[in-house]
């Protein structure tokens, strides 16, 4: 079983919907999260943490389900700019990040 | 440096060479990662340096891959007699020393093609 699954995608919207991506994890120990942005054939960029309580970052906000082992991700009112793979990321007692393999984003105009 | 820099950006070799990756993390992180990628896959955890030590290295794939980090600074991942299945995009990154509270900085890679 792999530590993060994520719902590849693709998804197609247009712009300004609200689109949510989920992730799984199946440690119960992992302590952080996070999402990152990877563009095409660039390298994987941090866009937020996840807290607990969970947090928002102007259109983007970050949910965490602790009981469920999940995180959620929603971005409102999107933009052209915001087409991009997005990857899950747990991170456990280590140092070592567990990544999603990524959900395809497509913003239409 | 600014970021974490890596080199070379593209390597094509012949199967069977030795290749070295070279990675050069932002200046003051402690923690260094090494990562790959392949086409259409999620990340493959390779190694992970703190300072000069690898506390963890359980994501090398054979004894073909070895790295190092020397000053507590660069470091090379050199992979030995390579295969066609090494082809990848190799990734480092470097955090301070709570990855956990401030997430990794990626370098832009080394896509590494072997034919």
């Known amino acids: 079983r792999k530590e993060v699954e994520q719902d590849p995608g693709p998804f197609n919207v247009p712009e300004g919907a609200t689109v949510a991506f989920n992730c799984t994890y199946s440690?119960?120990?992992?302590?952080?999260f996070f999402w990152y942005r990877q563009d095409c054939r660039k390298e994987p960029k941090l866009l937020m943490s996840?807290?607990?309580s969970g947090n928002e970052d102007g259109r983007f906000t970050a949910q965490l389900n602790r009981a469920s082992q999940y995180i959620s991700l929603l971005i409102r009112d999107s933009k052209l700019s915001d087409s991009a793979t997005y990857l899950c990321?747990?991170?456990?007692?280590?140092?070592?990040?567990?990544f999603g393999t990524g959900t395809s984003l497509t913003v239409i105009p | 440096g600014a970021g974490v820099s890596q080199s070379p950006s593209n390597k094509v070799t012949e199967k069977g060479k030795d290749v070295e990756l070279r990675c050069d993390p932002i200046?003051?992180?402690?923690?260094l990662y090494w990562y790959r990628q392949s086409l259409g896959q999620g990340l493959e955890f390779l190694i992970y340096f703190q300072g000069n030590s690898a506390p963890d290295k359980s994501g090398l794939p054979s004894d073909r891959f070895s790295a190092e980090r020397t000053g507590g600074s660069v470091s090379t991942l050199t992979i030995q007699r390579t295969q066609q299945e090494d082809s990848a995009v190799y990734l480092c990154?470097?955090?301070?020393?709570?990855?956990?509270?401030?997430?990794?900085?990626f370098g832009s890679g080394t896509r590494l093609t072997v034919v």
């Open positions: 440690n119960s120990a992992s302590q952080s």
């Open positions: 990321v747990a991170a456990n007692t280590g140092n070592q990040f567990y």
């Open positions: 996840v807290y607990s």
């Open positions: 990154a470097s955090s301070l020393g709570e990855s956990k509270i401030y997430g990794y900085t």
């Open positions: 200046s003051g992180h402690t923690a």
